[in-house]
Each structure stands twice: as C-alpha cells, then as structure tokens.
C-alpha cells in the first residue's frame, strides 16, 4: 500500500502526498498523488491510473475520509495522470475534475461526462477550496500542450506535474530531495525527452521564479525544498531539451 | 483473469468467430445471388426446355438475398453482443479494483460497498442479456442452416433439370453443380458457428 503523509500542516490547511508503494509492479510508473485540504474540503492532484486505484484509495482512507474528497485535478491528460477518473465517479459521481479546457474532449475516454470536467483556460484561474484559493500556473508544453499546475500561496507549495519529475531507482525512495546532484541525474534523461519547448522551459523558470515557493512536488520522485527548489528552476533553464538533444543520424 | 471477465473474453472471441464466419457467407451469397441470375438468363435463353431451371434458378436467387439480409440481421446482433461484452468488461474490471481497494482499505471501510453491491448487480443483468443475445444469434444462425438445408435440396433439383436442357444441358449441368458447391460450403462455416456458440452456454 501507498504511504500518506503530512507535509505540510496550519491549522485546518493541509497537503498530504501519497507516495511510495513497495508492492507497485515495476512495470507501472511510479506516481506521487497530493491531498489538498481546507477545512472539510480536500482537492486530490492527479489521482492516477486505474491500476494504482486500490493503493491510492486504501492509503487516502488512512488519513481522510474519502468523501471529502470534492474535486480532482488533473495536470494534463496522460494515463498515469488521470486513468482512474472513471473509478473515483464510480465511488462519487459528484466529484469534477479540473484540467486544461484542450482535455475536457479527450479525459472522458477514461470516465466521467461534460458535467464531470470543467476546463482550465489556457491563462490559468483560481481555484476555491474551502476558504483556501489555490492559482493554476500554466505550463504548456510541459510536456502536454494543455498542461497546469497548482500553487498555494499560503503553504508556498508547487505542484509542478511532470515539472521537476524523477525516474529514481527501486532503492532510492527518500520524499524529499536530500542530495540535489545525485537527484537531478535521475531527473535528466526524462526532462529531456519528455519536455519539448525551450521556449516554454524559459517561459515557466521565468514565471516560477518570482513565486514564492518552499515546496515544489512532482508527480514523479521526490520533493524539492529550500534552495533545491531555485537550484531545480536555474539548472532546468539551462538544460538541453527535446530535439536539440537528438544525435542526429 | 476472474470468472466473469474470462467468460465475457470467451464470449468477445466467440463473436469475433461469428463476425469471420459472417463474412465468409454473405460473399458466397452474393456469388450464388449472381450465379443466380446467370442462370435465369441462360435458362430464358434456352426456351421451353429450361423451364424448370428457370424457376428453380429464381429461387436459389430468393435464398441467396435470404440468407444475406439474415447475415446482415446477425451481423447487428453481434455489434450488440460486443457493445454488451465490452461495457461488462470494462464494469467487472472496475468492480475488481474496486474490490481490491475495499480489501485494502482499514478506515472508511463501508466507502465502496454500495458501489460494488450495484457493479455487482449490473454484471448480473448484463449477463443475462449477455446470454439472451446469444441465444438470439443462435436463433439466427439456425435459421441460415434451414435455409441452406433447403438450397442443397434447390441445387440437387437443380442438376436434375439440367439434365433434360437438351442442347444447353451441359452448359446448365456446369452451373447447378457451381450452386451445389457453393451452398455446400455454407453450410460447414455455419455448423462450425452453431457449435461454437452452443459449446459456451
């Protein structure tokens, strides 16, 4: 079963991460998932695939009552990302979820209908989340065309997706990023594959830097804090992507 | 792969089976539709003598539409067989995660069992109609055997007339043996569909 824990607590204001499954078959992408609680109401980021449902759900049961759960987010429209739409309206068919207005088309393939998915414009919004107004950052082509991300300007939180991610090996399963060097070699290879735009990379570090942000929380690997998270945006800035780092033939 | 989603593969590939055998039908249905028509011209041509060609020649002609606008009746039933097969896969997968997630789960135990008690319930209904379908494609099936039962004995009255055609008996010959063989090779291909569909009840 996944692992919930606290990272970050005021009051009746929280963010969980659901992370680390030590019984997840290798062969699925490992995934982190994020409680956002204020108050009785709790928003989840991108709940997941269908496969990983039952670890997910097991593990949010442990430290809320799932019905709280209101909305969902889905950051872009990836299988891993948002799979198990379907399972989460078969469990509440009240709950909607927010992703990029270019998804609304596509997301119910997995579930859900034209009430469920309520479209993020391509500038962002505001989210209303109990008394909690959580922005949407957007980060398209990050690597999905329609693509967002959350910041909570009180827990100084960023929820950056697939920005910051990490492949890490079966034995590196630490929460948070102890040792930046070591980490960002597991967060190369995928930045540069799976981010196609330096346009849009230069574009989001711009944008992100002037937040103020303590936590930045990938939907892969581990958490950036503190300096790691200014560290991550500077080296990202400078990195290679996309066809730029293809040998050519 | 749990009970129901193994029968509901089994039933998927079944009409898979049924939609190849279709095919396979309806062209030789439409050769015999054709050759049909051949033969009411040659028998025209012939006169008097052709007669009885000419009639048993309009209704293998008959037969031959029958058994396509059957083909074509089966063939929508099968496209309902999948529509139901695939909506009961994708309900009893979900039901199994569903499931593991409740067996997993130690707060907010009873947060899923309403949900899987009506999964449940449905994948009971739509197995019944599930079962109901194939009923009605065997139903179909039957009834292409029946009429294909009753073009070999056409095609066998067939070569009988064709020997008193006089000067266009060979050429008459040549054409009641082509619907012999063609309606003769229905009739496997639906034998084979019947026992398959019967073998999974």
């Known amino acids: 079963m996944k692992q919930a824990k606290t990272i970050f607590q005021q009051g009746n204001h929280s963010w969980t991460i659901i992370a680390r499954d030590p019984s997840k078959f290798g062969y699925i992408i490992d995934t982190n998932e994020y409680l956002i609680t204020s108050g009785n109401d709790t928003l989840l980021t991108d709940p997941g695939g269908s496969e990983i449902f039952p670890a997910v759900f097991s593990a949010i049961c442990t430290v809320i009552d799932p019905l709280g759960i209101k909305a969902l987010f889905a950051s872009h429209q990836d299988p891993d990302i948002i799979s198990s739409l379907g399972l989460w309206l078969d469990f509440n068919p009240k709950l909607r979820c927010y992703t990029s207005r270019l998804w609304t088309g596509f997301i119910p393939h997995f579930g859900g209908d034209d009430k469920t998915l309520i479209g993020i414009p391509d500038e962002g919004m505001t989210l209303s989340l109990g008394e909690l107004s959580v922005e949407v950052v957007p980060a398209h082509y990050l690597h999905s065309s329609g693509n967002m991300q959350l910041y909570d300007p009180v827990a100084k939180i960023l929820f950056s997706g697939d920005v910051g991610a990490a492949l890490m090996p079966d034995d590196q399963n630490e929460m948070y990023v102890s040792n930046f060097d070591r980490h960002i070699e597991f967060a190369r290879g995928f930045h540069q594959r799976w981010m196609g735009s330096a346009e849009a990379k230069l574009d989001w570090c711009e944008r992100v830097a002037a937040l103020d942000i303590d936590m930045m929380c990938p939907q892969h690997g581990a958490i950036y804090q503190g300096a790691d998270v200014m560290r991550f945006i500077n080296w990202f800035a400078e990195l290679p992507i996309g066809l730029q780092t293809f040998k050519k033939k | ?201």
């Open chain 2, 1 to 201: 792969m749990k009970k129901h989603q193994k029968n509901a593969a089994e039933d998927l590939l079944d009409i898979v089976h049924l939609n190849e055998g279709i095919k396979q039908v309806v062209v030789i249905a439409f050769h015999i539709n054709l050759m049909a028509l051949n033969a009411i011209l040659l028998a025209n041509r012939a006169g008097k003598i052709a007669l009885g060609f000419g009639v048993i020649s309009k209704e293998l002609r008959v037969l031959a539409v029958e058994l396509t606008q059957l083909m074509h009746a089966l063939k929508a039933e099968a496209h309902d067989s999948v529509n139901c097969i695939t909506v009961l896969l994708r309900q009893e997968r979900r039901r199994l995660l569903l499931t593991a997630a409740q067996s997993q789960v130690t707060n907010h135990t009873s947060a899923l069992a309403g949900v899987i008690e009506s999964h449940a319930a449905y994948r009971d209904e739509q197995v019944v109609r599930i079962k109901h379908l194939r009923n009605e494609l065997l139903g179909k099936l039957m009834d292409a055997r029946r009429i294909c039962q009753f073009g070999i004995a056409i095609s066998r009255s067939a070569k009988i007339e064709a020997a008193y055609g006089g000067s266009f008996s060979q050429q008459l010959k040549e054409v009641s043996t082509d619907f012999d063989q063609n309606i003769h090779a229905i009739l496997p291909a639906l034998d084979v569909l019947c026992n398959t569909l019967e073998d999974n009840q």
